[in-house]
């Protein structure tokens, strides 16, 4: 049990540093950063290996750190906003792969689209927090394209990237998949 814990705790904590230097291979065209989501790629994977709980943790770290550190993302309200996404990705993959009957690809996938929307949907409701509602503060018109069209070639690398990762951790049997894994990842704590 207490291997576990730590072993969980190691790789959050990996997932944390790939997602501070994931972004400085897109950051210098900020454009291409915020089409790619290179913070959102380490998160999901935190949630499926770790689950919910570390993933939500390291979701909502990241943004506000990597703010802290390199005034990138700006703090108010994008890292804000951004934070609570994140940790809505870690947990909803998390939460949701850990109480799949399967852990499959088809399970995966149903996951990640889950995740991927409710994260969305937690962002949006960030923003209309932060900046509020109407022509002076977030529109419907800015949701989308936030949350869809800008995101849409990031979207694209995470339905490809996330499942091909897994996938390779289950060939190394890091991350097992099929009938068993559920009782493999129990016996593991």
């Not at 852990?103 to 995740?115: G, M, T």
């Not at 499942?163 to 951790?169: C, N």
């Amino acid at each position: 049990m207490k291997n576990g814990f730590i072993k969980k705790l190691v790789l959050s904590a990996m997932f944390l540093a790939i997602g501070i230097v994931l972004p400085f291979f897109t950051g210098q065209i900020p454009q291409i950063g915020r089409m790619l989501l290179p913070m959102h790629i380490p998160v999901l994977l935190c949630g499926f290996i770790c689950g919910g709980t570390y993933g939500a943790a390291v979701g909502f770290i990241l943004p506000l750190m990597r703010s802290m550190l390199f005034f990138m993302p700006p703090m108010y309200p994008d890292a804000a906003a951004m934070a609570f996404e994140l940790a809505a990705y870690g947990f909803f993959a998390g939460f949701l792969y850990e109480n799949a009957k399967w852990h499959c690809i088809k399970s995966l996938y149903r996951c990640l689209f889950a995740a991927m929307l409710g994260g969305r949907i937690i962002w949006g409701i960030a923003m209309i927090l932060f900046l509020g509602i109407g022509s002076e503060g977030f529109t419907a018109a800015m949701f989308l394209s936030g949350a869809v069209i800008n995101a849409l070639p990031g979207i694209i690398l995470q339905l490809i990237l996330i499942p091909s990762v897994m996938l390779a951790l289950d060939k190394t049997h890091l991350v097992p998949f099929g009938k068993n894994a559920l009782q493999k990842q129990k016996e593991e704590g």
